[in-house]
C-alpha cells in the first residue's frame, strides 16, 4: 500500500526556518516524480516546488524561489522542503505528491498524496 506521511511542521516567527520532510512507503522513490503543495484556508491549493525523477528538473513558484529548496534522498525514501526566511504568507497546510510523470505532478494531478502538516507562521 502506497502510503505518504508529511512531518516537519509547526509554529515558526516570520523569518525562520523549517525542513518538511514527506516518508514513503510501499513503492520505490528512484522512479517517481514529486512535489511539495500549499492550501491555506480559503484559498486554493498551489504548487511549490517539484522535482523530477531523473534528470534533476526542479520547478518552484515565484513566491518562494530563493527561499525554499526541494530535495530527496532515495536510499531513506524520504523528500524534504527546506523552507527558509518564511513568511506569514507561507502559512498552510503542507502535502507532499508523487507521481511517476513529472508533468503530471507539477500540474498538481499526482496519483498519491499525503494528509499534509501544518506550518504556521506568526510572531
Known amino acids: 500500500q502506497v502510503q505518504l506521511v508529511e512531518s516537519g511542521g509547526g509554529l515558526v516567527q516570520p523569518g525562520g526556518s523549517l525542513r518538511l520532510s514527506c516518508a514513503a512507503s510501499g513503492f520505490t522513490l528512484d522512479y517517481y516524480a514529486y512535489g511539495w503543495f500549499r492550501q491555506a484556508p480559503g484559498k486554493e491549493r498551489e504548487g511549490v516546488s517539484c522535482?523530477?525523477?531523473?534528470?534533476?528538473?526542479?520547478y518552484y513558484a515565484d513566491s518562494v524561489k530563493g527561499r525554499f529548496t526541494i530535495s530527496r534522498d532515495n536510499a531513506k525514501n524520504t523528500v524534504y522542503l527546506q523552507m527558509n526566511s518564511l513568511k506569514p504568507e507561507y502559512a498552510a497546510v503542507y502535502y507532499c505528491?508523487?507521481?511517476?510523470?513529472?508533468?503530471?505532478?507539477?500540474?498538481?494531478?499526482?496519483?498519491?498524496w499525503g494528509k499534509g502538516t501544518l506550518v504556521t507562521v506568526s510572531s
Open positions: 522535482i523530477s525523477s531523473s534528470d534533476g528538473n526542479t
Open positions: 505528491a508523487i507521481d511517476p510523470d513529472y508533468r503530471t505532478v507539477v500540474a498538481g494531478m499526482a496519483h498519491y
